[in-house]
């Protein structure tokens, strides 16, 4: 009977609170995705869930203060938390979270909340079946869709943190972006908000063969103007 109650047990159910901009809002998908994909149950109310994760926003005063205010209202209520996120690279303000949270991470260390999530709450076996759309759980309405293309910035400007934050640019392999748009389209998506620290900078860290594809901004536009759909560029 124990052995029948293991395996019938439902699935923990953990929530997650997004704070900051679209590029955090794509890392809370994926992190949805992948607790789903691993049998997890995703749960709206984050107070009733078995573990909350707060994927935070570390860019300006207020930022913090918001961030702060919701780790520690997260442990009032729930009292298992999990740090991720941009604030999760600011280790002055973030240390008096360290022994009270179950793990830290910095912006995109999806797999480093997945490893803390199956650490504390380990899975018997994973979901017979899967019902998730191809393109994974989005947090937008289902007409658009945020298309990340990179992380991180190379300039160092005085009055900004993100490249502290985030680190140097690293673009995405423009064959996989075009994936994942070609992917969102077939799904429905009518309009891609294109996104990163620096989007006109796509491509400049690539050193890339001159018989290979070429990787920048232009090249990219030229290829996601072939969908048919809306292509708007934020933070140029």
Known sequence: MKNINKFTKKPPKIGLISLGCPKALVDSEKILTSLT?????INKDHRN???VIVNTCGFIDSAKEESINTI???LNENGKVII???LGKDKKT???FEDKVLSISGPSEINKVLRTVQKVFPQQKKPIRNFLSPTGIKLTPKHYSYLKISEGCNHTCKFCIIPNLRGKLKSNNIDKIMNEATLLVENGTKELL????DTSAFGFDLKLPENKNKTNIVELCKLLGELNVWIRLHYV
């Open 84 to 86: 991720t996120g941009c």
């Open 194 to 197: 294109i996104i990163s620290q």
């Open 49 to 51: 869930a078995d573990l």
């Open 72 to 74: 520690s209202s997260s």
């Open 37 to 41: 994909h691993n049998g997890y149950l």
């Open 94 to 96: 973030i240390k008096k």
